[in-house]
Every structure is written in structure tokens, then in C-alpha cells.
């Protein structure tokens, strides 16, 4: 099947967008991408631990295939810190993707709009592939298309809880009215929630909680693996409509009684 | 010369932009800087010189979501 995902001028042959942390060790971490077989990797951006440099630098752990990678701006808490970060993910030189998160509240880290639109609006004129994290609006989601972005993230549900996607007729709604990419982008907890997401029109998920703090994330690797195919597969075919009331398979005439 | 990086005080017998990442034993192609709040890009941190008192940013790639 020829499906690709196209963001930014780039193709994908997979549809998930894979986060790098909060995983049991390296090893178990390169695993689960392996098997997700995941093209997009996502990261943070922070200070460098100048007591023990390596500690924290996901990327010599990752070896020698070539990801695009998606850094993040999370611990922004206003468009200008989001820019800042982004700029300094940029001059890095690994990449000119960057994924906008902008939240002023611990508790939940739901976006801010306000922020996100502005901040989207900067990047996208600046150069950056911009793919900003958003609330399920479906008006937001198309303010931040008008505003530049390659693809729209709404969240199904905040940051690392897996609760699943909370409001099924937003998404669908906002996967109907972009003509971007959208990318359903935290709180999916394991495969249902992933074929959800794709049969209700998204183009791919972003994930990190559900296979990083799985009991087995390599085997949630794959498993999300093949629930983005069979979720994709189904929306291509078209569901049937919901009923009341039975439909027999089977035509009642020539019963012998 | 006295330097802030990263929210703390040092004393480094550095010069350049490229001294610092060296002192810190920094693998060069995963760090950004920050100098005054100006980025600094890669290419130009041999040239980058410092002065007593500045305000360096070092920053990486880390896991996240």
C-alpha cells in the first residue's frame, strides 16, 4: 500500500511520531523504536548537566540510523520562550522541525492558545517546520493552519494521563477541516486508543507515556505499530453507519422449518 | 575569567566560545550556546570571544515527548 505521510516537504512510511523519554534505560528505549518503526523522534530541549555532560544526551545513544528529529519547547510558558527555544533547537544544526508547547499550568500542561497561535505564527515565518501542540479546537486547530504551521496537534487528552481521546467528535471534526496533517498528540494510553485516533481521520500520533512506561514497551511498540495500519486501513475502507436495530446477514426466505 | 553559565558562577582560563565547550569535555554536535541571550551557531564559537562577567547558555537534546 502506498500511504505515505508527507509534513514539510518530507515523506514517512510511518504514521507515528515517537516520544524519547521517561523509558526504563537506552537499551529498552532503542528497542521500542526499532520495533515501532517510528521515523520522527521527538525531544526536549535543556541545559546541559555540566557536572556529568553524557548523563542526559539521548542522542549518542541512538546509532546511526537517520531520523528526522522533532524537538520540543516544552517548559515555555509564553510564545517568546517558546521562540527562544526553538531557535537554540535550530542552531543545534539537527534540525529546523519544531514541535510548539506552550503551557502556563503544571497540572495539566494544556496548551495555551494565545501563545501557541503567536508562537506558530513567528516560527512558520522564520523557516521552521512548525507542528504546534494544541487543545481539540476545532477554530484553534484552524487559526494555527492560517498561521503556518506543517501539521496540527490537537491532544486527546493531557500529557501522560492515557486517558484516550476525551472528545471523538472534535478530532474528527478537526481531521475534516484541515487540509495540513493532524497529528492526535498526547494522553493516548495503548493500541485502542491509536486505532481510534486514525479511524476518526488523523494522519498519524505522537506517543511517549503509553509504550515508554508500558510493562513491556518494545511489545507496545509494536502493537501501536499495527494499530495505526489496521485504524488507517479501516478509515480508508469507510465504517459502516451505526443502527438501532438488526440487519440480518442472512436472508430469512427458504428457512426449512 | 569569571563566567555564568548555566546558572552558575565559574572561573575558566578560557577565551573563546570554543574554549568553553572544549573545558566541559561537550560533544560538539549535540550542544547549542547561548551568549548574552544571542545564539551562538557552531561556526562561529572560534571566533566568539568572551569578556568577564558574561552569561553562557549550554544546551542539548534530552528525552522527551
Known amino acids: ?103 502556563r499550568n503544571d497540572k495539566t500542561l494544556l496548551p495555551d492558545p494565545i501563545e501557541t497561535v503567536k508562537a506558530t505564527e513567528i ?54 477541516e484541515l487540509t495540513v496533517p493532524v497529528i492526535v498528540d498526547a494522553g493516548l494510553g495503548s493500541a485502542a486508543d491509536v486505532t481510534k485516533a486514525m479511524e476518526l481521520g488523523a494522519d498519524g500520533v505522537l506517543l511517549n507515556t503509553a509504550i515508554a512506561k508500558a510493562r513491556n514497551p518494545v511489545k507496545m511498540a509494536e502493537a501501536v505499530k499495527h494499530a495505526i495500519k489496521a485504524g488507517r486501513l479501516s478509515y480508508l475502507s469507510g465504517r459502516i453507519p451505526k443502527k438501532k436495530y438488526a440487519t440480518a446477514s442472512s436472508t430469512v426466505n427458504y428457512i426449512s422449518k | 575569567m569569571r563566567l555564568h553559565i548555566n546558572g552558575e558562577t565559574y572561573d575558566l582560563e578560557v577565551a573563546t566560545m570554543a574554549d568553553v565547550v572544549h573545558h566541559f569535555q561537550l560533544q560538539k554536535g549535540l550542544v547549542a550556546t547561548e551568549l548574552d541571550g544571542t545564539i551562538i551557531d557552531r561556526d562561529r564559537w572560534d571566533d566568539t570571544e568572551l569578556r568577564d562577567g558574561m552569561k553562557i547558555e549550554l544546551v542539548q537534546f534530552v528525552g522527551g515527548g
Open chain 1, 123 to 176: 516560527l512558520a515565518n522564520d523557516g521552521f517546520v512548525v507542528l504546534p501542540y494544541t487543545s481539540d479546537d476545532p477554530a484553534l486547530c484552524y487559526r494555527l493552519q492560517e498561521a503556518g504551521a506543517a501539521a496540527v496537534m490537537p491532544g486527546g487528552s493531557p500529557i501522560g494521563t492515557g486517558l484516550g481521546i476525551l472528545n471523538p467528535y472534535n478530532i474528527e471534526l478537526i481531521t475534516e
Open chain 1, 1 to 103: 500500500m502506498n500511504d505515505v505521510l508527507t509534513i514539510g516537504g518530507k515523506q514517512f512510511d510511518s504514521r507515528l511520531f515517537l516520544g524519547t523519554g521517561r523509558y526504563p534505560n537506552p537499551f529498552v528505549q532503542n528497542q521500542s523504536i526499532e520495533a515501532s518503526e517510528a521515523e520522527v523522534l521527538t525531544f526536549a530541549i535543556r541545559r546541559v548537566n555540566l557536572n556529568s555532560p553524557d548523563e542526559d544526551a539521548i542522542l549518542q545513544h541512538l546509532g546511526d540510523k537517520t531520523f528526522q528529529y522533532l524537538p520540543n519547547t516544552s517548559g515555555a510558558t509564553s510564545a517568546e520562550e517558546a521562540v527562544r527555544i526553538a531557535k537554540l533547537a535550530r542552531s543545534s544544526g539537527l534540525s529546523n522541525w519544531i514541535k510548539i508547547e506552550v503551557s
